[in-house]
């Protein structure tokens, strides 16, 4: 089992803050095909903030998303991958 950089959260953080640099975001791509947890965890991260932007305009804190991430189930299995990526 692969080992995940300590980077990936904060880059999967700057991803959905669209602040994330073009090369980094291959890595993070290239990683979240081939790693179930930190796909999961983008996955609900994203679904998260897609929910509270669509119910109003509330700005992201940064303890807002720490928050989120807490709650994040750690890991799950059943994940279909090439929904996201083609
Ligand atoms: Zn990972």
């Known amino acids: 089992?692969?080992?995940?950089?300590?980077?990936?959260v904060t880059d999967i953080h700057?991803?959905?803050?669209g602040d994330l640099e073009e090369e980094k975001e291959k890595l993070l791509?290239?990683?979240?095909?081939?790693c179930t947890g930190c796909?999961?965890?983008f996955h609900e991260l994203e679904k998260a903030i897609?929910?509270?932007?669509?119910?109003s305009h509330v700005t992201l804190s940064e303890d807002f998303t720490n928050k989120v991430m807490?709650?994040?189930?750690?890991?799950k299995k059943?994940?279909?991958?090439?929904r996201w990526f083609r």
């Open 1 to 8: 089992m692969k080992k995940c950089p300590d980077s990936i």
């Open 14 to 17: 700057n991803y959905l803050d």
């Open 29 to 34: 791509k290239s990683h979240l095909q081939e």
């Open 39 to 41: 796909y999961q965890h």
């Open 50 to 55: 897609a929910l509270v932007q669509s119910t």
């Open 70 to 75: 807490a709650a994040l189930p750690k890991e």
């Open 78 to 82: 059943t994940i279909s991958v090439n």
